[in-house]
């Protein structure tokens, strides 16, 4: 079975410029989330997708934006990109939250790893 | 504001002893806990977890045992072992209705000495 795939894995971007990453979650999950991370500062939550409908969003400015497709695979776009977004992007997969059931880990794809100069 | 803390950025043990990481919250409606281990250059992968209704969890080497009243949760990996050495996360969850989001912490950089 195949992980969570995140292309591309490493991404230069001028300041002010703009970004989309992708994220192939695994097959037959339907919720996706995106995290930032930054040195110091852990996971930080983005937002989350579930049949194409964003339920959960974290606290960033709209320049942050996703969308999910009918196949389940998110994209991520950063407008006007700024130095302080320099991060590692964490996509994550998983079943989503059923009621009552209790493992709906989410499973982590490597990261894209965007540098704003 | 942090609702999930890792107060120690960095913890060394020994070989073969034990490794115990913390992690404190202060949202009494999360219901579920995490830990996720994390290599460089790699995303985080699934440890360990517990639903706030238990108050511990043991997987081999691994146990996690959550203190609901304290609003503390930690980690004790035994032995150690070198391949150990990583960056620990801890997660709660958070939602409602059949919605929700993970609020992580810094992590914990675990380096285990041989």
């Known amino acids: 079975k195949a992980g969570v795939t995140q292309t591309p894995r490493y991404l230069i971007k001028t300041r002010g410029q703009q970004v989309t990453l992708s994220c192939s979650p695994i097959?037959?999950?339907?919720?996706v989330s995106w995290y930032q991370q930054t040195p110091g500062q852990g996971l930080q939550f983005l937002f989350e997708?579930?049949?194409?409908?964003?339920?959960n969003k974290g606290n960033f400015p709209g320049r942050f934006s996703g969308r999910q497709f009918s196949n389940s695979r998110s994209e991520m776009n950063v407008s006007t990109l700024e130095l302080g977004d320099s991060a590692l992007y964490l996509c994550?997969?998983?079943?989503?939250?059923?009621?009552?059931?209790?493992?709906?880990?989410?499973?982590f794809g490597q990261g894209t790893r965007l540098t704003v100069v | 504001d942090q609702q999930v803390k890792q107060n120690s950025p960095s913890l060394s043990v020994q070989e073969g002893r034990i490794s115990i990481l913390n992690c404190d919250y202060t949202n009494s409606m999360f219901d579920y806990f995490l830990w996720y281990k994390k290599y460089p250059a790699e995303g985080p992968t699934f440890l360990i977890s517990i639903s706030s209704i238990k108050d511990k969890n043991e997987d081999g080497r691994f146990t996690v045992f959550l203190n609901k009243s304290a609003k503390h949760l930690s980690l004790h990996i035994v032995p150690s072992q070198p391949g150990d050495s990583a960056v620990y996360f801890c997660?709660?969850?958070?939602?409602?209705?059949?919605?929700?989001?993970?609020?992580f912490g810094t992590g914990t950089r675990l380096k285990v000495l041989a």
């Open positions: 097959s037959g999950h339907r919720s």
């Open positions: 997708y579930f049949s194409e409908t964003q339920r």
């Open positions: 994550a997969s998983s079943l989503g939250w059923v009621v009552g059931q209790e493992n709906t880990e989410a499973f």
């Open positions: 997660a709660a969850r958070e939602g409602t209705s059949g919605t929700y989001k993970y609020i």
